[in-house]
């Protein structure tokens, strides 16, 4: 009797699933998205209740921009708190520079207007007129 040593071929599909490679993936988007929650958050240190607005248009990426924050105690220039004098100084020298920044104006709620009006004079006074207030979207 002769023997056969060729397989018997099995035409069943594989119905077991190999998730191992989704699992992967899932913890490594996990891992990138708690990474990355804390950056998103692009706003400054400094508690400033802004006045609410109905929509706003993200800045341009190509500008340079200078945060100054009007509290009541005075200004603060990307996190350096000064005087009106100071502060002066600074806009002059931004304003001799051939490529002037943006300047963006974040005041708080309980601030007078006329401290935001006063800022608004000096950015005038030396002709620095690309001005962002900023503001936070409706609640």
């Given at each position: 009797m002769a023997r056969s040593f060729h397989r018997r071929r099995?035409?069943?599909?594989?119905?077991?699933?190999?998730?191992?490679?989704?699992?992967?993936l899932g913890f490594s988007l996990l891992i990138i998205f708690m990474i990355s929650t804390p950056l998103i958050k692009n706003e400054s240190a400094l508690a400033v209740d802004l006045p609410v607005s109905s929509d706003a248009a993200p800045p341009p990426s190509d500008q340079k921009f200078v945060d100054i924050t009007i509290q009541q105690g005075g200004y603060v220039l990307d996190d350096n708190p000064m005087d009106r004098q100071s502060l002066e100084a600074i806009l002059r020298t931004y304003a001799a520079s051939p490529n002037p920044p943006v300047i963006s104006i974040r005041a708080?709620?309980?601030?007078?207007?006329?401290?935001?009006?006063?800022?608004?004079?000096?950015?005038?006074?030396?002709?620095?007129?690309?001005?962002?207030?900023?503001?936070?979207t409706g609640r």
């Open positions: 099995s035409l069943a599909p594989v119905s077991e699933l190999n998730v191992t490679s989704l699992i992967d708080d709620r309980t601030v007078q207007y006329q401290e935001v009006v006063t800022l608004l004079d000096l950015c005038k006074k030396y002709n620095l007129s690309q001005i962002s207030l900023e503001t936070q």
